[in-house]
């Protein structure tokens, strides 16, 4: 079926460090792909979102582009900061489909 | 309200007892989603309401899940005779239409702990 694989965490990484978190998705069709984000205490969110090949979703300097040929929607930034510790969750969802497949997310540690 | 509101926050069981948990949804969001996630997990779907019907319940694990919408809003997830195994958060989410055009918003969701 359906699914999606991240990199498991948890990533730590110093202040303005470059941050990639890797994910990659199996789908019989061409979904939507989305990255969410989950803030200590908080309920989760939607980061960033690209509904077709080689779109570029972005969001607060976060950035990831769909790329069919590998299947990947990598998520990068180019200087994290504190407020970035998180859980991220890559996800897709099938067109015309109403539920959207999570993969096991990543927990991200900023160190100041 | 401006946000979707869940309760309980934590609620704490005992293997066999019959629970209940509730979800808000923002006002005017005709679609309302259930999901589970357990510990180290991405979360999973449970159940999809259109209005008042359930649209999709094919996440629900086994009928001892039974999720209401009766009037279109407020939702209520049924855990009969929980099990140990039931323990996870428990989310809710809400969007104006079906999840694949419309931003979900999801609530802090309700951990559940069966002992």
């Known amino acids: 079926g359906d699914s999606v694989t991240q990199m498991e965490g948890p990533v730590t990484l110093s202040e303005e460090a470059f941050l990639t978190i890797n994910c990659t998705y199996t789908a019989t069709g061409y979904p939507s792909l989305f990255w969410y984000v989950q803030y200590p205490g908080e309920g989760l969110q939607l980061l960033l979102k690209a509904t077709k090949a080689d779109d570029k979703g972005s969001n607060k300097g976060f950035e990831a582009t769909y790329r069919k040929e590998t299947t990947s929607f990598h998520l990068e930034k180019g200087s994290v900061q504190v407020s970035d510790s998180a859980v991220y969750f890559c996800a897709l969802i099938m067109n015309r489909d109403d539920k959207i497949i999570f993969g096991k997310g990543t927990r991200l540690h900023i160190l100041p | 309200g401006a946000g979707v509101s869940q309760t309980p926050s934590n609620k704490v069981t005992e293997k066999g007892k019959y629970v209940e948990l509730r979800c808000d949804p923002i006002s005017g969001h005709t679609a309302l989603y259930w999901y589970r996630q357990s510990l180290g997990q991405g979360p999973e779907f449970l159940i999809y309401?259109?209005?008042?019907?359930?649209?999709?319940d094919s996440g629900l694990p086994n009928d001892r899940f039974f999720a209401v919408r009766p009037e279109g809003s407020v939702s209520t997830l049924k855990i009969q005779r929980t099990e140990r195994g039931d323990s996870a958060v428990y989310l809710c989410?809400?969007?104006?239409?079906?999840?694949?055009?419309?931003?979900?918003?999801f609530g802090a969701g309700s951990r559940l702990t069966v002992l």
């Open positions: 309401f259109q209005g008042t019907g359930a649209a999709d």
């Open positions: 989410a809400s969007s104006l239409g079906y999840s694949g055009a419309n931003v979900l918003t």
